[in-house]
Nanobody, 121 residues
Framework: QVQLVESGGGLVQPGGSLRLSCAAS????????MGWYRQAPGKQREWVAT???????DYADSVKGRFTISRDNAKNTVYLRMNSLKPEDTAVYYC???????????????WGQGTQVTVSS
């Protein structure tokens, strides 16, 4: 099993930036596609971004051009750089292993505790 620990969240003003980290432990991290998800109060969890084992990326329209997903296989870590943050980005952010499906992505692992991101002035 792959175990995941998210970190890097916090309180930031609109227009600010944060970088989230997801540290993985377990087997064969380097060959798995990884994704970021978020969940705001009263809303369903939504997919944010994916990076494949080869480094290809995909983003939700709501964050495209502002967020960048990356990975460091030597450190078993995936990152989410968030720029130009908006109040609507406020949510708990989670990472997970993912696989592609016909209309998006499917999270294949257990959900961790996530990391809270709050965008407010």
């Amino acid at each position: 099993q792959v175990q995941l620990v998210e970190s890097g969240g916090g309180l930031v003003q609109p227009g600010g930036s944060l970088r989230l980290s997801c540290a993985a432990s377990g087997s064969i991290f380097s060959i798995r596609a990884m994704g970021w998800y978020r969940q705001a109060p009263g809303k369903q969890r939504e997919w944010v971004a994916t990076i494949t084992s080869g480094g290809s990326t995909d983003y939700a329209d709501s964050v495209k051009g502002r967020f960048t997903i990356s990975r460091d296989n030597a450190k078993n870590t995936v990152y989410l750089r968030m720029n130009s943050l908006k109040p609507e980005d406020t949510a708990v952010y989670y990472c997970n292993t993912v696989m592609g499906i016909r209309n998006g992505y499917y999270a294949t692992g257990a959900w961790g505790q996530g990391t809270q991101v709050t965008v407010s002035s």
